[in-house]
Nanobody, 126 residues
Framework: QVQLVESGGGLVQAGGSLRVSCVAS??????MGWFRQAPGKEREVVAV????????RYADSVTGRVTVSRDNAKNTVYLQMKNLQIADTAVYYC?????????????????????WGQGTQVTVSS
């Protein structure tokens, strides 16, 4: 069993930066992903990272503004976001997969993940 706990969300002005973190407990040697869900919208993938951290993929909407990384010694995955826009306002979720998909497949679907955190709110104001 894997437990995921996100932190680091908050209120930031448009154009600002924010880093959210996800600490995992249990067996976490797998692909991990960051998703987000805005009010009234479907949960969508933001970024995914392989077990080793050597492969990362990003949604088109955040490419160039977001960096995903992980520190396996700390069982922590990070999502560094810059030049935040109002459209980035959402609850950000960390997810872990049992199966290793990367680098052959980009696990961008919710059903490819087995464990989820409770989410952390990111609000971008004008």
């Amino acid at each position: 069993q894997v437990q995921l706990v996100e932190s680091g969300g908050g209120l930031v002005q448009a154009g600002g930066s924010l880093r959210v973190s996800c600490v995992a407990s249990g067996r976490t040697g797998s692909d991990m992903g960051w998703f987000r869900q805005a009010p009234g919208k479907e949960r969508e993938v933001v970024a995914v990272i392989s077990a080793s951290g050597g492969t990362a993929r990003y949604a088109d909407s955040v490419t160039g503004r977001v960096t995903v990384s992980r520190d396996n010694a700390k069982n922590t995955v990070y999502l560094q976001m810059k030049n935040l826009q109002i459209a980035d306002t959402a609850v950000y979720y960390c997810a872990a997969a049992k199966q290793r998909f990367l680098p052959w497949v980009t696990p961008s679907l919710r059903r490819q993940y087995d464990y989820w955190g409770q989410g952390t709110q990111v609000t971008v104001s004008s």
